[in-house]
């Protein structure tokens, strides 16, 4: 499986690293407000991209009626639905995903309605744990080579469209 969310993406896709702690006892009632995002150039994508590590936690542990609600203000197609069958995946298993990658973004790339960036994360401090116990049951990785897409959707808010891993792992220095 690709990558899913930020959280549930790395952690559902590559069955690795994920992003921020969250307790497995409680679900979101109600899709959480979204933390207000620069509307231009780097710092926008910048700010979405760590905005999808923020949201996708929650939606992971929301109920899945909730969960389109809670990633569509960051999220896009085609990963949007990659998102949300990685959650349910995930979630199937017993599973839910701890912790919150360093994110290490740089080569940030716009072009009219479209941007990529790159991100050497360090994954090493989450994962994926027993949605019941809370046990550890994987870890990330540091030098985790990640690549985002980004689109600026009619609103003009830009929305991750993709995030690839890449199996070369990268180191932040460099």
């Known amino acids: 499986m690709l990558l899913t969310a930020a ?3 790395v952690a559902c896709q590559s069955g690795g690293s994920s992003p921020e702690p969250a ?3 409680a679900l979101p009632s ?3 407000t979204p933390t207000p995002q620069p509307t231009r150039g780097k710092d926008a994508i910048l700010a979405i991209y760590r905005e999808l590590y923020r949201v996708g936690p929650q939606a992971e542990r929301a109920l899945a009626e909730q969960r389109r609600a809670i990633l569509e203000p960051v999220v896009t197609q085609p990963l949007l639905d ?3 069958k990685g959650i349910e995946a995930l979630r199937a298993r017993g599973r839910v995903t701890y912790g919150y990658p360093i994110l290490h973004t740089f ?3 716009i072009r009219g309605t479209s941007a990529v960036l790159h ?3 360090d994954g090493s401090k989450g994962g994926q744990a027993d949605y019941r116990t809370g046990k550890h049951l994987t870890h990330g990785m540091p030098g985790t080579h990640m690549i985002a897409a980004f689109a600026k959707e009619a ?7 993709k995030v690839d891993q890449l199996d070369t792992p990268c180191s932040p220095d460099t």
């Open 119 to 121: 991100d050497c994360q």
């Open 82 to 84: 990659t998102m949300l």
């Open 155 to 161: 609103d003009g808010g830009w929305r991750v469209a």
């Open 23 to 25: 307790s497995t006892a």
């Open 30 to 32: 109600a899709a959480p």
């Open 107 to 109: 080569d940030v790339q």
């Open 7 to 9: 959280s549930a993406v």
